[in-house]
């Protein structure tokens, strides 16, 4: 089966510029997450929805940070504006039941701000 | 909330040897247990994992062991080889909910031949 898709690969941007970064969950998945993991560290939850719906955004710092899964399917994650902390990469991960087993994680998207 | 910390940091063994990583989780409540290993460039992939039912599970040269009276799990890597040089990352949920993974600090492992 395919994996789960993000783009871009790489972005670098300059501080109080916008980001968005798109990922395509594994068919079938009703679950999908956004993790940041900053560098030498384990990745930290974002936001997890189950179909279009939110069920944790309780970590999203939502002055600069919103995110989308329309219809269910793909999503969207952006940061308006970016500031120097949010260089990091930003990974999608996606799983079958959403009950905290089951994760596949895509190859993320390194975002450096400068 | 729950919180993982993962020891050691960096770990460095000879091609051969074994490696060992451990880790401790907070919440009694954690019922489900996966190790990730993630290369330069990749996401993390998942290699192993336990559930709170069974205190060890192997597979091939990978083996975790869990003690959920001390809340803490282990990877066991034995018979090291220079492909197993990577970042591993443990985790922690409680399946049945709508829990979410709260990962570790991740171990450097180095597998020098």
């Known amino acids: 089966e395919a994996g789960v898709a993000q783009s871009p690969r790489y972005k670098i941007i300059e501080k109080r510029q916008s980001v968005a970064f798109w990922c395509n969950p594994i068919?079938?998945?009703?679950?999908l997450y956004w993790y940041q993991q900053i560098l030498g560290q384990g990745p930290k939850l974002l936001i997890q929805?189950?179909?279009?719906?939110?069920?944790?955004d309780s970590q999203l710092p939502k002055d600069r940070f919103s995110a989308e899964r329309l219809k269910g399917v793909d999503s969207t994650l952006k940061i308006q504006p970016a500031k120097l902390e949010d260089s990091a990469v930003y990974l999608c991960?996606?799983?079958?039941?959403?009950f905290g087993d089951g994760y596949t994680f895509g190859s993320g998207t390194r975002l450096t701000v400068v | 909330g729950e919180n993982v910390e993962q020891h050691p940091s960096t770990l460095s063994v000879q091609e051969g040897d074994s490696a060992v990583i451990k880790c401790t989780y907070s919440?009694?409540?954690?019922?489900?247990f996966p190790w990730y290993k993630q290369e330069l460039g990749k996401g993390p992939q998942l290699i192993i994992d336990?559930?709170?039912?069974?205190g060890e599970k192997k597979d091939q040269r990978i083996a975790v062991t869990l003690n959920k009276t001390a809340k803490h799990f282990s990877l066991h890597i034995t018979e090291t080889q220079p492909e197993d040089s990577a970042v591993y990352f443990c985790?922690?949920?409680?399946?049945?909910?709508?829990?979410?993974?709260?990962f570790g600090k991740g171990t450097k492992l180095s597998v020098k031949p």
């Open positions: 991960a996606s799983s079958l039941s959403g």
């Open positions: 068919s079938g998945h009703a679950t």
């Open positions: 929805f189950q179909n279009n719906g939110v069920v944790d």
């Open positions: 919440d009694s409540a954690s019922n489900y």
């Open positions: 336990i559930r709170s039912n069974v």
């Open positions: 985790a922690a949920s409680m399946v049945g909910s709508q829990g979410n993974l709260i």
